[in-house]
């Protein structure tokens, strides 16, 4: 089966160290998101999101700038492999563009996850960093 790829981009009202310290920390990723995360800022650790719905391991971090994680929902099967997920961080003068690089989706469910990015998360992101 064909994986699927996706990739979104938007910019936020923060620094990039901001937006970093929000993604990878369990606690401010509740808070940004407005739903149960775990998670910490090291290679190699298991992270949540959404109440478990979202979970994975990171597997390379550039502070302040790239977060690389393997990642799936409930929604992936037991066949599925994780899927990648590459979050870049870049210095805006509005802020930080973030640009999501969601990689080796299922096949068919790209759209239904670029949409979940953006209610989920772009529009949340926003809001909270808004403050």
């Known amino acids: ?17 901001a937006v970093y310290a929000a993604w990878i920390d369990g606690e401010l990723h509740t808070k940004m998101t407005g739903s149960p995360a ?8 298991d992270f949540t ?18 977060i690389v994680q393997m990642w799936r929902t409930t929604k992936f099967t037991d066949d599925d492999a994780d899927s990648r997920l590459e979050i870049l961080l870049e210095e805006d003068p509005e802020g930080t563009k973030i640009t999501l690089v969601h ?3 299922p ?3 790209g759209g239904a996850y670029e949409q979940g990015w953006s209610d989920h998360y772009i529009e949340p992101m926003r809001a909270y960093f808004r403050g």
């Open 49 to 66: 999101a959404w109440g478990g719905y979202i979970s994975g391991r990171i597997i390379a971090l550039e502070p302040h700038g790239r």
């Open 103 to 105: 990689s080796d989706l």
């Open 1 to 17: 089966m064909p994986l699927e790829r996706i990739r979104i981009s938007d910019v936020l009202p923060a620094k990039p160290d």
């Open 107 to 109: 096949e068919g469910s």
């Open 38 to 45: 775990t998670g910490s800022a090291k290679v190699g650790s």
